[in-house]
């Protein structure tokens, strides 16, 4: 990563106190040399983009593909994800989007884009505005109407190369079938390429495969060496030219990530390749694309564009270290997609399971001991999958069962040091190690540009497309769920020693700093989280200070989260265009009245998880195990919960402040259920596990109501 998260780090702490070749290597090296041998390419002179959909870094091998190995090690590299609107990404989509600058979909059958119809020596994409007349694609043909109100000559070759620079008619000024059609490269100031080889054979009837591979090795290795045949074949007539390739869609029902390279004047031989779209050094998504070409030859990007232009980052290593790297990125977000459905079902499994055995075995005051490791075990869970990025295991052989060995033994290292360190005889002791752990990892990764989130079980993939920077939903809930169970440990304390309005300035400020955190553009670029984190906030303040909570005031703090968001997010809006995170986009669609779909896709998305058979049943069985053990705390739990709230008073408002954000970040979140559910996930267990630590220090079990045993200040 960059070394601006330092910067975004003193910006938000200020706040908080204010992207058949089989040629022989020596022709490979030839090609490349009459490809480089011109002058350095100004900005506004001519781009050329290649599109091979489906091209991986793992079918490029000096042996396979020489000349897309020569030019890789002459240009920046990096992964592109190619998420358009489906879960998978036709060429006509990926073609669609680097048209519309936006991701875009055209619905229904999706295969290769149609065939356009020879107009003079250009050509013309066939009843063009349907796509928005019919499929509401409203912002196609926006790169080749801005090219060409600016005066620049396109051309195209391929029929995905022509919808990707047709301009709003569908008109393209040159136009080739294929590579090998084409005379004189330099008749366009913006070239595009469509090498279909790679994907062809996994296109039946004009719709993507819907298997994951349907080829074999050898076959896939036939098409890869097919294709950079092909980009050898014209590669030296290019001149000087920045190339731009890209393995635009994907090539099969299961997505990856893609190869992306960069050779132009200031792209490096030994770069990456990245874009502030994605916050990654690495990684660049197809809108990107459109932006890139725009912006380096001399054209202003229209509104609608949401891509950013493409940089280079120098960085170490030989070619063979880099390709390396990027093949292991898209190993691992394929293994987080693969294996996210396995983790949550057996986390929802673990967790009813954990209320059950808790309530047979609390009801006889049998086994505490166990339950009391079990409760911390599960509260360990969350923050060990993202302390695992910090290990290799996406290069073993075996990464996926590699990664939960992993968790499992971070979990347990973290269980044996919160029970057996000096503070395990402290009721809030365990409670506020596993606690001030998962905020201190979710905090320093967010100061770094969130290497630990990415390809994480419980945070987000390049793979998936869904975010790529800032805190998840799910880190959210984890985040503000151990942010005010640490404060409301530590102002347990100050209260007992009688300074009440430190604790409640502590509760306010730590959590404030966190909440910034969370919603400051570049940094968390969270909205929904900011929204639920300042009406938890402010319940666990106004508990500790001993005052009353009501409807009102909660509604109120809510309305004060929205508000605070808007402003965040209005001082993104301010800002250039191609710097602006979705906060400021929002801004912007609110102005122009095209927020709706956005609320209403959210909306969906929300309710839709109510029916999760991974996350309900965490909510119903957490949510029911409180209420039986406040109510029926004799016979539902030997009274721990509320021998915890006797022994450490302060515990009762940490976990509420939680249940707010919790429930209101499931209300404002598309992740809906997910956000309730992790931060009953954390905050049940470790509150059990204190009321036990309270039990066995052998107080007498309160009747539901009655005022328990007094507190000592000791016992904290």
């Given at each position: 990563?960059?070394g601006?998260?330092?910067?975004?780090?003193?910006?938000?702490?200020?706040?908080?106190?204010?992207?058949?070749?089989?040629?022989?290597a020596?022709?490979?090296?030839?090609?490349?040399?009459?490809?480089?041998?011109?002058?350095?390419?100004?900005?506004?002179?001519?781009?050329?983009?290649?599109?091979?959909?489906?091209?991986?870094?793992?079918?490029?091998?000096?042996?396979?593909?020489?000349?897309?190995?020569r030019?890789?090690?002459?240009?920046?590299?990096?992964?592109?994800?190619?998420?358009?609107?489906?879960?998978?990404?036709?060429p006509?989509?990926a073609?669609?989007?680097?048209s519309?600058?936006?991701?875009?979909?055209v619905?229904?059958?999706?295969?290769?884009?149609?065939?356009?119809?020879a107009?003079?020596?250009?050509?013309?994409?066939?009843e063009?505005?349907?796509?928005?007349?019919?499929?509401?694609?409203?912002?196609?043909?926006?790169?080749?109407?801005?090219l060409h109100?600016?005066?620049?000559?396109?051309?195209?070759?391929?029929?995905?190369?022509?919808?990707?620079?047709a301009?709003?008619?569908?008109?393209?000024?040159?136009?080739?079938?294929?590579?090998a059609?084409?005379?004189?490269?330099?008749?366009?100031?913006?070239v595009?390429?469509?090498?279909?080889?790679?994907?062809?054979p996994?296109?039946?009837g004009?719709r993507?495969?819907?298997?994951?591979?349907r080829?074999?090795?050898?076959?896939?290795?036939?098409?890869?060496?097919?294709?950079?045949?092909?980009?050898?074949?014209?590669?030296?007539?290019?001149?000087s030219?920045?190339?731009?390739?890209?393995?635009?869609?994907?090539?099969?029902?299961?997505?990856?990530?893609?190869?992306?390279?960069?050779?132009?004047?200031?792209s490096?031989?030994?770069?990456t390749l990245?874009?502030?779209?994605?916050?990654?050094?690495?990684?660049?998504?197809?809108?990107?694309?459109?932006?890139?070409i725009?912006?380096?030859t001399?054209?202003?990007?229209?509104?609608?564009?949401?891509?950013v232009?493409?940089?280079?980052?120098?960085t170490?290593?030989?070619?063979?270290?880099?390709?390396?790297?990027?093949?292991?990125?898209?190993?691992?977000?394929?293994?987080?997609?693969?294996?996210?459905?396995?983790?949550?079902?057996?986390?929802?499994?673990?967790?009813?399971?954990f209320?059950?055995?808790a309530f047979?075995?609390?009801?006889?005051?049998?086994?505490?001991?166990a339950?009391?490791?079990a409760?911390?075990?599960?509260?360990?869970?969350?923050?060990?999958?993202?302390?695992?990025?910090?290990?290799?295991?996406?290069?073993?052989?075996?990464?996926?069962?590699t990664?939960f060995a992993?968790?499992?033994?971070?979990?347990?290292?973290?269980?044996?040091?919160?029970?057996?360190?000096?503070?395990?005889r402290?009721?809030?002791?365990?409670?506020?190690?596993?606690?001030?752990?998962?905020?201190?990892?979710?905090?320093?990764d967010?100061?770094?540009?969130?290497?630990?989130?990415?390809?994480?079980?419980?945070g987000?993939?390049?793979?998936?497309?869904?975010?790529?920077?800032?805190?998840?939903?799910?880190?959210?809930a984890?985040?503000?769920t151990?942010?005010l169970?640490?404060?409301?440990?530590?102002?347990?304390?100050l209260?007992?020693?009688?300074r009440?309005?430190?604790?409640?300035?502590?509760?306010?400020a730590?959590?404030?700093?966190?909440?910034l955190l969370?919603?400051?553009?570049?940094?968390?670029?969270?909205?929904?989280?900011?929204?639920?984190f300042?009406?938890?906030?402010?319940?666990?303040?106004?508990?500790?200070?001993g005052?009353?909570?009501?409807?009102?005031?909660?509604?109120?703090?809510?309305?004060?989260?929205?508000?605070?968001v808007?402003?965040i997010?209005?001082?993104?809006?301010?800002?250039?265009?191609?710097?602006q995170?979705?906060?400021?986009?929002?801004?912007g669609?609110?102005a122009?009245?095209?927020f709706?779909?956005?609320?209403?896709?959210?909306?969906g998305?929300?309710?839709?998880?109510l029916?999760?058979?991974?996350?309900?049943?965490?909510?119903?069985?957490?949510?029911?195990?409180?209420?039986?053990?406040?109510?029926?705390p004799?016979a539902?739990?030997?009274?721990?919960?509320?021998?915890?709230?006797?022994r450490?008073?302060?515990?009762?408002a940490?976990?509420l402040?939680?249940?707010?954000?919790?429930?209101?970040?499931?209300?404002v979140?598309?992740?809906?259920?997910?956000v309730?559910?992790?931060?009953?996930?954390?905050?049940v267990?470790?509150?059990?596990?204190?009321?036990?630590?309270?039990?066995?220090?052998?107080?007498?079990?309160?009747?539901a109501?009655?005022?328990?045993?007094?507190a000592?200040?000791?016992?904290?």
């Open positions: 990563m960059s601006t998260w330092v910067k975004r780090a003193v910006v938000a702490i200020v706040f908080g106190v204010s992207v058949a070749a089989s040629a022989p020596a022709a490979a090296s030839a090609a490349f040399a009459a490809f480089s041998a011109g002058p350095e390419t100004a900005a506004g002179e001519r781009v050329v983009l290649v599109g091979i959909p489906g091209l991986m870094w793992s079918d490029i091998t000096p042996a396979d593909t020489p000349n897309l190995w030019l890789a090690g002459e240009s920046a590299l990096g992964s592109l994800s190619v998420r358009a609107v489906r879960k998978d990404t036709c006509y989509d073609w669609l989007t680097v519309a600058g936006v991701r875009s979909a619905g229904g059958a999706c295969g290769m884009a149609p065939t356009p119809e107009a003079g020596e250009g050509a013309v994409v066939p063009f505005s349907w796509l928005w007349e019919v499929r509401e694609q409203r912002d196609a043909g926006t790169l080749g109407q801005a109100a600016a005066g620049r000559t396109t051309m195209a070759v391929g029929p995905g190369a022509a919808l990707a620079l301009d709003r008619e569908g008109r393209v000024d040159v136009y080739a079938p294929s590579p059609e084409v005379t004189q490269w330099s008749r366009g100031d913006v595009a390429v469509e090498i279909p080889d790679l994907v062809a996994y296109i039946s004009d993507l495969s819907d298997v994951p591979e080829l074999s090795a050898d076959a896939r290795r036939a098409a890869a060496r097919a294709a950079d045949a092909k980009l050898g074949s014209f590669l030296p007539r290019l001149g030219a920045t190339v731009l390739v890209a393995g635009l869609s994907d090539h099969g029902s299961a997505p990856h990530l893609r190869a992306a390279m960069l050779h132009g004047p200031d490096g031989t030994a770069g990245g874009a502030r779209s994605t916050h990654r050094d690495d990684m660049i998504i197809v809108p990107d694309l459109t932006a890139t725009l912006a380096r001399g054209v202003a990007a229209p509104p609608a564009v949401v891509g232009p493409v940089e280079t980052h120098a170490g290593g030989n070619l063979d270290e880099r390709v390396t790297a990027l093949r292991t990125a898209d190993v691992a977000g394929q293994t987080i997609r693969d294996t996210t459905g396995v983790f949550f079902t057996t986390l929802a499994v673990l967790q009813v399971l209320y059950i055995t047979l075995l609390l009801r006889r005051r049998d086994g505490l001991p339950v009391r490791a409760a911390v075990a599960l509260a360990s869970i969350p923050v060990s999958t993202y302390l695992v990025n910090l290990t290799p295991w996406a290069r073993t052989a075996q990464p996926a069962v990664l992993a968790i499992a033994a971070i979990t347990a290292a973290l269980t044996v040091a919160a029970l057996a360190g000096p503070w395990r402290g009721v809030l002791g365990p409670l506020t190690v596993i606690a001030a752990v998962t905020a201190a990892v979710l905090l320093g967010l100061l770094t540009g969130t290497p630990l989130q990415l390809n994480s079980l419980m987000y993939t390049g793979v998936v497309g869904a975010r790529y920077y800032g805190l998840g939903n799910i880190p959210f984890l985040l503000a151990a942010v169970l640490v404060t409301t440990a530590a102002a347990d304390r209260v007992r020693a009688g009440k309005a430190v604790a409640v300035a502590l509760v306010a730590l959590g404030a700093f966190a909440m969370d919603g400051w553009p570049g940094v968390g670029s969270d909205f929904g989280g900011v929204i639920a300042v009406p938890g906030i402010a319940v666990t303040a106004l508990i500790v200070a005052r009353r909570v009501s409807i009102v005031k909660l509604g109120a703090f809510c309305a004060a989260g929205g508000v605070l808007m402003a997010a209005y001082l993104d809006y301010l800002r250039p265009p191609a710097s995170t979705h906060l400021g986009r929002f801004v669609q609110v122009d009245g095209t709706l779909p956005v609320i209403s896709r959210k909306l998305a929300m309710l839709s998880t029916l999760s058979p991974n996350l309900m049943p965490v909510v119903l069985a957490a949510f029911a195990f409180l209420v039986f053990a406040l109510l029926r004799g539902a739990s030997a009274g721990v919960l509320p021998i915890a709230f006797e450490a008073p302060m515990l009762r940490g976990l402040g939680a249940l707010v954000s919790g429930l209101v970040g499931m209300l979140n598309d992740s809906g259920a997910a309730l559910s992790m931060a009953l996930a954390l905050a267990p470790l509150v059990l596990s204190a009321g036990i630590r309270a039990l066995q220090h052998g107080e007498p079990v309160p009747a109501g009655s005022p328990g045993p007094p000592s200040p000791a016992a904290a």
